[in-house]
């Protein structure tokens, strides 16, 4: 969830506290329930998705009990019903499911990994949670780690060098989730849903990198191998043998799965402009209507 470290920095705020954190966690602040390679499914793997919200409602019913009894550094009540809830996942969905499912098979899937984010609004709705900000999902076929496993055939990139069967079922995966926020508008009352389009904001970085001071837009800056993608499976960034470009502010990749902060930071003013929200509501709107 790189976005919402930088976010954060863009706010002038400080970075939300991990529910996992067991040393004097301080969480006035906000709450962080994400965990590296988490998913919608399968549900029960630690963390997916169902998961973390299950987490959200321990702490959601225990916060406001303990704070009664003295507690300091929690979350009350009230704070809980003012609170911005951020969502962003399912790129690991479709990441994995390509490892072993022919496009078809991963189109097919998508609806469930939708499903998953239906509840998930839907249970902290029920907490008393009005107000979503929901990313969709980047160009999962752009990211250096895809093309360098998967591209095996000239004819399934893209102009840009993308390969397209994946940015397809990204862009599936994201109607279904624009579709998904449109209706849940409807159902939930007194809700606030923004559903912003990082597929647009990343494509766009990627497919006009010159113009933004970036080169190699498809090259890890961190990696093994070089040209064109300076991806390895067996040497990735941290392992012996990996090398780092002399200039990672020049590389929209870090890793060849993670984006560098230069990159980041475009990103993040991108989604602050609300030109990429829908509706177009800033995120200074949620404070003042705390």
Not at 12 to 31: H, I, K, Q
Not at 43 to 71: D, E, I, K, T, W
Not at 190 to 198: E, F, G, L, P, R
Not at 239 to 267: L, M
Request: include cysteine; glycine fraction near 8%.
């Amino acid at each position: 969830m790189d976005h919402f470290g930088n976010q954060g920095e863009s706010l002038n705020t400080d970075y939300l506290t991990p529910y996992l954190n067991s040393l004097g966690p301080n969480f006035t602040n906000g709450v962080n329930f994400a965990i590296i390679g988490s998913a919608t499914l399968p549900r029960y793997v630690p963390f997916s998705l169902f998961v973390q919200v299950s987490q959200f409602l321990r702490f959601r019913s225990r916060s406001p009990a303990l704070m009664l009894n003295g507690y300091k550094d929690l979350v009350g009540n009230e704070d809980f019903e003012n609170a911005l809830y951020t969502i962003d996942i399912g790129q690991n969905d479709l990441a994995a499911s390509f490892d072993n499912l022919t496009y078809s098979q991963v189109i097919e899937r998508i609806p469930s990994f939708i499903t998953e984010i239906k509840n998930a609004i839907w249970n902290i709705y029920e907490k008393g949670g009005k107000k979503f900000w929901v990313h969709n999902t980047g160009p999962l076929g752009c990211l250096p780690q895809k093309l360098a496993l998967l591209a095996r055939n000239a004819t399934e990139l893209d102009e840009h060098g993308c390969l397209q069967p994946l940015n397809n079922a990204a862009k599936t995966f994201n109607a279904q989730l624009r579709v998904l926020c449109e209706q849940l508008r409807r159902e939930l009352i007194n809700v606030t849903i923004v559903y912003v389009d990082i597929y647009s904001i990343k494509y766009d970085l990627i497919a006009n990198a010159s113009n933004y001071g970036f080169e190699s837009p498809l090259m890890a800056c961190c990696g093994n191998g070089g040209p064109p993608y300076n991806y390895n499976a067996n040497i990735n960034c941290g392992r012996t043998g990996y090398t780092v470009c002399h200039e990672g502010s020049k590389f929209i990749s870090w890793d060849g799965v993670h984006y560098t902060e230069a990159a980041n930071a475009i990103f993040t003013s991108k989604i602050l402009s609300t030109h990429y929200s829908t509706p177009q509501l800033s995120f200074n709107f949620f404070c003042n209507n705390m």
